[in-house]
């Protein structure tokens, strides 16, 4: 029954840590159409928010069977990554709102402050390479 336990585990790495690479391109992507429109389409804002919600649940998961598994302890680095950096935007994001609406501006019209498109390139490219090295090490 271990090896059972054992053997989806390895299956679910290797499909977590290929979805990561994906969710890294996806972001690379995300952040270069962010800087040739002013308004993302709301079809991309949309795909792009449940793929991270996916990714979400999975590190959640992965945590729990990279664990479970006694997978090296750098296998854990891109779920708590992904984990922490979705509680961190979640808080900059509500800190930012109620800031701007404070101000009078409506949410509906605002725009993805400068600022963000060079950390979501920076961001995407550490979890396109660290995900990949960690796929290709640990196969």
């Excluded at 994906?22 to 992507?29: K, R, S, Y």
């Amino acid at each position: 029954m271990k090896k059972e336990s054992a053997k989806k585990g390895r299956k679910f790495f290797k499909a977590y840590f290929i979805l990561a690479i994906i969710f890294a391109l996806v972001g690379l992507l995300d952040s270069f159409i962010s800087l040739g429109y002013s308004h993302v389409p709301i079809l991309w804002q949309i795909f792009t928010g449940l793929f991270a919600l996916a990714i979400l649940v999975l590190s959640v998961i992965a945590l729990v069977i990279f664990t479970k598994n006694k997978f090296k302890k750098i296998t854990l680095v891109i779920p708590i990554y992904y984990l922490a950096v979705t509680i961190l935007s979640f808080l900059v994001g509500v800190v930012f709102g109620f800031v701007l609406v404070s101000q009078g501006r409506p949410i509906g019209e605002l725009s993805i402050p400068s600022i963000f498109i060079p950390l979501g390139i920076i961001a995407s490219l550490f979890e396109l390479i660290f995900s990949t090295y960690i796929f290709l090490k640990f196969k």
